[in-house]
Nanobody
Framework: QVQVMESGGALVQAGESVRLSCTTS????????MAWFRQAPGMEREGLQCISWNGGIDHYSHHDQGRFTISRDNAKNTAYLQMNNLAPGDSAMYYC????????????????WGRGTQVTVSS
């Protein structure tokens, strides 16, 4: 059974940083593209960034204005999202998703999702 699990969500103040982690089981992590999405209340889920098996990065959105960085450690079966200089508008549930191949697909193609981790940014 394939599982994706996010962690690292927090309540922080504007300007602070958070690093989210995403671990998987039941799939060959080093062969799988991984992505981060977010969804704020009343909003559609928004793709942020995707990282291919070998570290190539696709930006699904430019709303983060260079403040977010996706990375991965294949030895630890873990993907990360480093978020800096957070603002209240970044408050959302953040989701990790696993692709079905080595390379990043279109955001709508992801079918394996975690349950999300909440990030709340106070002003």
């Amino acid at each position: 059974q394939v599982q994706v699990m996010e962690s690292g969500g927090a309540l922080v103040q504007a300007g602070e940083s958070v690093r989210l982690s995403c671990t998987t089981s039941g799939l060959t992590f080093s062969h799988t593209a991984m992505a981060w999405f977010r969804q704020a209340p009343g909003m559609e889920r928004e793709g942020l960034q995707c990282i291919s098996w070998n570290g190539g990065i696709d930006h699904y959105s430019h709303h983060d204005q260079g403040r977010f960085t996706i990375s991965r450690d294949n030895a630890k079966n873990t993907a990360y999202l480093q978020m800096n200089n957070l603002a209240p508008g970044d408050s959302a549930m953040y989701y990790c998703a696993a692709g079905s191949s080595y390379f990043c697909p279109a955001p709508s193609a992801f079918t394996i999702w975690g349950r999300g981790t909440q990030v709340t940014v106070s002003s």
